[in-house]
């Protein structure tokens, strides 16, 4: 009797054992698939999903860039640079290099600015400072016929050693640089919340290919548009320059909108990152938004990862000041709003600042430093009027220790890799 129940004692701790371990084996096998199939868990994205809304060490924000920086290999002039063939430029990376390497630093710092073309002396500008590219507004086409227009276009790229990247903001209705010219358009280009009411996505489509050719015709490279910002409030500053819908039907007309720019041949940016709100306007004040990031999550990003999904080769950076991101500086200027982009949103092509000139950055800070900041933020591209103080600052920087040579290569090479990759360079 004894004896019997000691067998079945040990009976029943080894089939305790024997299903225990079978069921440990069928999680671990559960687990593995799992992360097969999702490998997107295994990497670094989620490291970072969690840091949203905290205050950053600068030892942390150091680590961030220098992983950025890690995921176009470790650029240095002396080696061969690799990208995963998920990035945007992958293709054109080598090519890039190979041109960079070519470069003395003060003309690849010359390569991140994206200036507001001058009124006059443009081409001593262009061949003594070097800029990436000009930005044309309504004066530089005022009353100009057509010919005069490709001509000054033409005047600049034979001036540059490097294909400039020539662009302007045509987003139809109340922005309309090009189409505002009677000699270059027979009427302004409509709002996008207009063609959406008389024609739908249809006449959206429509709209853009004759924007394209237009601007293409005309030497053109990159129209800043579409506005991807979220608004149906009337009363919001950015709304008539909306697609006037919620994030789901603005995310499709983002998407439509770059998928035609970019079947057309024209580089498209998408803006004002990270969404703009009914914040007021940064061309004369300092903005603070102070909504939850999950108003960002749910709504304001939308339109930007459809942009991205897309294929959207830029995208431009607003100076407002999003307290749930980082409460200090603008989001032009901050490395976590930069982040966010690239690191949660995947994107991997070439950020550009808004105009610093704006009393939005004027106003928070002075002098010369709003470059550089930029440059620490994680921009590629600077937008400015103040070029030949501003790229100084930045040179002066470098000199300094304050910004790496590596950084400044990092940032050129994805700019000289989009203009490859939108044929200017070859």
């Not at 205050?55 to 176009?72: C, P, R």
């Amino acid at each position: 009797m004894r004896k019997d129940k000691r067998r079945n004692f040990y009976e029943s701790k080894v089939t305790y054992f024997f299903y225990s371990f079978f069921f440990f084996l069928i999680v671990l096998i559960g687990l593995i698939v799992y992360c097969f199939l999702h490998p997107e868990l295994l990497n670094l994205k989620g490291k970072y999903q969690n840091k949203i809304g905290q205050n950053f060490s600068n030892k942390a924000i150091k680590e961030e860039k220098s992983i950025l920086s890690n995921s176009i290999s470790t650029i240095t002039q002396n080696e061969t640079t690799t990208l995963p063939s998920s990035d945007l430029f992958g293709s054109y990376y080598s090519k890039a290099e190979e041109l960079l390497k070519t470069m003395s630093l003060e003309d690849q710092v010359g390569q991140m600015f994206f200036v507001r073309c001058p009124e006059s002396n443009q081409i001593d500008m262009i061949q003594n400072l070097k800029p990436a590219g000009f930005i044309l507004f309504g004066r530089d086409f005022k009353n100009k016929t057509k010919e005069q227009v490709m001509d000054d276009i033409s005047s600049y790229q034979k001036a540059s050693n490097i294909p400039l990247l020539m662009g302007t903001d045509e987003e139809g209705g109340s922005v309309v640089r090009v189409s505002s010219n009677r000699n270059l358009c027979l009427e302004d280009f409509n709002s996008p919340s207009y063609l959406y009411q008389i024609g739908g996505f249809e006449k959206i489509i429509s709209d853009t290919k004759e924007k394209s050719k237009l601007l293409l015709s005309l030497g053109i490279n990159v129209n800043l548009a579409p506005v991807a910002d979220v608004s149906t409030n009337p009363n919001d500053f950015i709304y008539k320059r909306t697609f006037q819908k919620d994030a789901l039907q603005t995310s499709e007309y983002v998407e439509k909108v770059v998928k035609t720019m970019l079947e057309e041949g024209i580089s498209c940016t998408l803006k004002h990152f990270p969404g703009y709100g009914n914040n007021i306007d940064t061309h004369t004040d300092v903005a603070h938004d102070h909504r939850s990031y999950d108003t960002f999550t749910s709504s304001d990003f939308k339109p930007f990862e459809a942009g991205i999904q897309a294929g959207a080769t830029s995208i431009l950076v607003s100076h407002n000041i999003v307290s749930c991101m980082d409460e200090t500086h603008p989001a032009s200027l901050s490395p976590k709003v930069h982040e966010i982009l690239r690191n949660d949103l995947g994107f991997t092509g070439v950020i550009i600042t808004d105009d610093l000139a704006m009393d939005a950055i004027t106003k928070y800070i002075k002098g010369t430093n709003a470059a550089v900041e930029a440059v620490k933020a994680g921009n590629d591209l600077i937008i400015t009027t103040d070029f030949a103080s501003q790229k100084q600052a930045i040179l002066d920087s470098v000199q300094n220790d304050e910004i790496s040579k590596d950084d400044i290569y990092t940032h050129v090479l994805r700019v000289l890799a989009w203009k490859y990759s939108m044929g200017i360079l070859e």
